[in-house]
């Protein structure tokens, strides 16, 4: 057989196969719908990130940022528990979760230091610090680090500040950067403080 005639057997096996009366790849069942694994982490605020609990309050007094006032008075409130919030995020886009600490006081649990630690191979570095001697606590919102600051005044109680800064920082560059800040300032009248009667 010549190889002309091969190939036209070939050719009409092949379009025989293709005929009206079949499905073509339809044939063969529906297409598989396994999840796709990207080769790529997600960097996202969202991902989800090895957290390992840390001892916030060893990592607060070893800390060489952190003031030698602050570390004096971190101490238990009653028996073994400090006045010690943590949470465990994405801020800095790290392998690992990042910590935010925030220090308050056992009387009144007014924050007196906030904090961001970014996980360094097994080690946790400090990459923000904010101390008032009033207010101050940070948080977490949408992948952006948010530090709210209560403003107080001469004769204010702390149960009533006069006013609250609200300052929002973005990863970028290694670095925090800010990127909002507004400021609220609250009634006199709130917190029996009343405001003085009018002489009409």
Same mark, same amino acid.
């Given at each position: 057989?010549?190889? +002309? ?45 090895? +957290? ?95 530090? +709210? ?27 925090? +950067? ?23």
């Amino acid at each position: 057989m010549s190889a +002309t005639v091969v190939a036209v057997a070939a050719l009409g096996l092949l379009l025989s196969s293709c005929s009206t009366g079949g499905s073509g790849a339809r044939d063969e069942g529906p297409a598989r719908s396994e999840p796709v694994v990207s080769a790529s982490p997600s960097t996202s605020p969202s991902a989800s990130l090895p +957290t390992k609990k840390i001892d916030a309050v060893r990592l607060v007094k070893n800390d060489p940022k952190v003031s030698p006032d602050i570390k004096r008075d971190l101490k238990p409130c009653t028996g073994d528990s400090y006045p010690v919030d943590v949470t465990y995020g994405n801020l800095t886009g790290g392998q690992s979760a990042d910590v935010v600490v925030n220090v308050q006081s056992c009387a009144d649990a007014v924050g007196i230091g906030s904090y961001v630690y970014r996980a360094e191979g097994d080690k946790y570095e400090n990459v923000f610090s904010a101390e008032e001697p009033a207010s101050v606590y940070a948080e977490i919102d949408r992948g952006d680090l948010v530090v +709210t600051k209560q403003m107080y005044e001469t004769g204010d109680s702390v149960a009533y500040p006069s006013g609250e800064e609200v300052i929002t920082y973005h990863w970028s560059s290694n670095r925090f +950067t800010e990127t909002e800040r507004t400021r609220s300032d609250f009634s006199n009248s709130v917190g029996g403080k009343p405001t003085a009667p009018s002489a009409d």
